[in-house]
């Protein structure tokens, strides 16, 4: 919904339509984080937006634009598997500069910044350029990554609260919190989206350990030492 002229269309909808409602609740969603909601106590979603949307719930509300905490840990796996970044790495990675048609055959590349705090001053800085050659590479993987995250940037950036963390994502209930999540998710959403996916480890279901994931990455794949 962010890209550009989605928005004109819909207020070109004829009111009251339910393209019309969808395209009104996305683009509250949008500058405010939430989908339209009554005055009072309640603060449901509006009858008719909820009608339209299909439900009230996260799933058919503001999980259209931004991705839950289960959902920003899956792609902290993702990312653990293809790269081998631990999750400090991941935490405070920002949005990469993308740099279209700079590769060979006018492939797009990706400057990821990579910051290890662990390491002297002089070598904490570094960067990774990925190239999106098509899928199933770390260029479209990480452009990927980008599409997904973005309407949380834009969000945050129009509550006056902007980030350019790379992984951002909503939290289910924000009561005395922020609304959104910036950076690697906390283990219960690893858990949780460990635990939707059907997946074990050594303790015991939706158990995934990201060091452990690095580690095979690095040793297995890489072939590098394990630091």
């Not at 070109?12 to 009104?24: F, K, N, S």
């Amino acid at each position: 919904f962010p890209r550009p002229g989605l928005r004109e269309q819909y207020r070109q909808t004829r009111p009251a339509t339910a393209d019309y409602l969808t395209g009104e609740a996305l683009d509250t969603l949008l500058r405010t984080g939430d989908a339209p909601l009554n005055e009072g106590g309640d603060r449901g979603v509006v009858t008719r937006h909820a009608r339209a949307l299909g439900g009230a719930g996260p799933l058919h509300t503001w999980g259209r634009l931004f991705l839950t905490m289960p959902e920003a840990a899956a792609l902290t796996v993702l990312l653990v598997c293809d790269q081998g970044w631990n999750r400090s790495v991941l935490d405070a990675m920002t949005v990469p500069d993308d740099m279209p048609g700079a590769g060979e055959d006018g492939l797009d590349i990706y400057r990821v910044p990579v910051l290890k705090r662990r390491r002297p001053p002089r070598t904490r800085y570094a960067s990774a350029n990925l190239v999106d050659a098509g899928p199933d590479t770390s260029g479209r993987l990480i452009c990927q990554a980008i599409e997904a995250t973005e309407p949380a940037r834009i969000t945050p950036a129009a509550i006056g609260e902007p980030t350019s963390r790379l992984l951002v994502s909503r939290r289910a209930t924000p009561s005395g919190k922020t609304m959104f999540c910036l950076g690697a998710p906390p283990g219960d959403s690893l858990r949780r989206w460990a635990s939707s996916a059907g997946l074990a480890g050594d303790s015991g279901p939706g158990q995934v350990s990201l060091r452990r994931l690095r580690r095979t990455v690095q040793v297995l794949i890489r072939r590098e030492p394990a630091q």
